[in-house]
């Protein structure tokens, strides 16, 4: 049996071609200034919780996605929300 030739890509539009090329490195996060970054009150006994789900959820998120330690993740979203210019604090890594 024969192998199947293999078929060849030809580039014609080498401008759009180098443009695409370019933007596969490149990194957009959002932070939506209305997130709930806090946690609201949970009126139960005990320590209340100082920072929401969705807040430890971005971050754990973009240490999977960069596979980050917990020290470096926070570190990564601390320059991150200074960048964004949110005055938000980030939670330890002992939180995550």
């Not at 071609?17 to 006994?45: C, I």
Request: aromatic content about 10%; proline content about 6%.
């Amino acid at each position: 049996m024969s192998k199947p030739a293999p078929t060849r890509c030809r580039t014609l539009n080498w401008s759009s071609y180098n443009a695409s090329l370019r933007e596969r490195g490149s990194l957009t996060v959002w932070f939506d200034p209305g997130m709930a970054w806090h946690a609201a009150p949970s009126g139960k006994q005990g320590r209340q919780q100082t920072f929401s789900d969705a807040a430890i959820q971005a971050c754990l998120t973009i240490k999977v996605l960069f596979g980050l330690p917990l020290r470096q993740t926070t570190g990564f979203v601390a320059s991150l929300l200074k960048l964004m210019g949110l005055d938000w604090s980030v939670p330890d890594y002992s939180t995550l």
